[in-house]
């Protein structure tokens, strides 16, 4: 097994209202690496072997310290070792288009909750693994309900994410790989059901996805176009929520 991919966690430790993500990102799987002066960065970003893929920059941190790890990271994230990921109260628009100017691709703006927080760890993970954001299906958190029908019984769930063609859907109990399920989304517009079947699952005792929750992948079962064009704009303007 190779090593665990880890985050550069840069935040502002005196900061008022802003409270370490370090106990969050540790409660869920994450390794982090914490940072607080300019002048360690090298040091860290030289180590043989390193296993950083994700730098997470809190926009707590005085303008000036800001702006100095954001240009230091920059050439990181060109080179694709790195993915950077900035949190925590949105600035102004002229500081979002220097951050992203510096190569900060991701975001997460305040609030936002352990799921959202779980997923773009990942997904800034596997923009680095990738050199780049993959050529895939467009996928997104979304802070939504569920309900599974199987066998003719029904469970909860949560969904972890959602792109037009399948779910995440996050429960202690997931169906084994192959089954045929029933999924209830409760979306905006109303619940609508889909019929589905199971590709994956991710349990306890063998998380497959050491950083995914407990639950199971689900692929949608022929659609309808409407339905496929309602989820895509749904996911499309979460998704666009979630950049720099």
Same mark, same amino acid.
């Given at each position: 097994?190779?090593?665990?991919?880890?985050?550069?966690?840069?935040?502002?430790?005196?900061?008022?209202?802003?409270?370490?993500?370090?106990?969050?990102?540790?409660?869920?799987?994450?390794?982090?690496?914490?940072?607080?002066?300019?002048?360690?960065?090298?040091?860290?970003?030289?180590?043989?072997?390193?296993?950083?893929?994700?730098?997470?920059?809190?926009?707590?941190?005085?303008?000036?310290?800001?702006?100095?790890?954001?240009?230091?990271?920059?050439?990181?994230?060109?080179?694709?070792?790195?993915?950077?990921?900035?949190?925590?109260?949105?600035?102004?628009?002229?500081?979002?288009?220097?951050?992203?100017?510096?190569?900060?691709?991701?975001?997460?703006?305040?609030?936002?909750?352990?799921?959202?927080?779980?997923?773009?760890?990942?997904?800034?993970?596997?923009?680095?693994?990738?050199?780049?954001?993959?050529?895939?299906?467009?996928?997104?958190?979304?802070?939504?309900?569920?309900?599974?029908?199987?066998? $003719?019984? &029904?469970?909860?769930?949560?969904?972890?994410? =959602?792109? #037009?063609?399948? /779910?995440? !859907?996050?429960?202690? @109990?997931?169906?084994?790989?192959?089954?045929?399920?029933?999924?209830?989304?409760?979306?905006?517009?109303?619940?609508?059901?889909?019929?589905?079947?199971?590709?994956?699952?991710?349990?306890?005792?063998?998380?497959?996805?050491?950083?995914?929750?407990?639950?199971? $992948?689900? &692929?949608?079962?022929?659609?309808?176009?409407? =339905?496929? #064009?309602?989820? /895509?704009? !749904?996911?499309?303007? @979460?998704?666009?929520?979630?950049?720099?």
């Amino acid at each position: 097994m190779g090593r665990q991919d880890e985050i550069l966690l840069i935040e502002d430790p005196g900061a008022t209202g802003a409270p370490s993500l370090a106990p969050r990102l540790h409660g869920l799987g994450f390794r982090t690496v914490p940072v607080q002066e300019l002048d360690d960065l090298s040091g860290l970003m030289e180590r043989p072997h390193s296993s950083l893929r994700a730098a997470l920059l809190s926009t707590s941190l005085p303008w000036e310290r800001l702006w100095g790890f954001a240009s230091s990271l920059g050439p990181h994230f060109v080179s694709g070792e790195l993915t950077g990921l900035v949190v925590g109260d949105a600035p102004v628009p002229a500081i979002r288009d220097q951050l992203r100017d510096e190569g900060f691709t991701l975001a997460l703006w305040n609030p936002f909750d352990d799921r959202t927080l779980r997923f773009q760890v990942n997904r800034a993970f596997l923009h680095a693994r990738e050199n780049g954001p993959a050529r895939r299906e467009l996928r997104a958190p979304l802070a939504m309900q569920a309900s599974i029908h199987v066998a $003719g019984r &029904r469970k909860q769930a949560h969904v972890y994410n =959602l792109s #037009e063609r399948g /779910a995440f !859907l996050e429960t202690p @109990r997931p169906s084994m790989a192959g089954t045929e399920i029933e999924v209830e989304l409760h979306l905006p517009g109303g619940s609508r059901s889909l019929p589905g079947k199971v590709q994956h699952t991710n349990v306890t005792g063998n998380l497959l996805r050491p950083n995914a929750p407990v639950g199971m $992948g689900v &692929r949608f079962e022929d659609p309808s176009p409407a =339905l496929c #064009e309602d989820l /895509a704009q !749904l996911v499309e303007q @979460r998704n666009l929520e979630l950049l720099a």
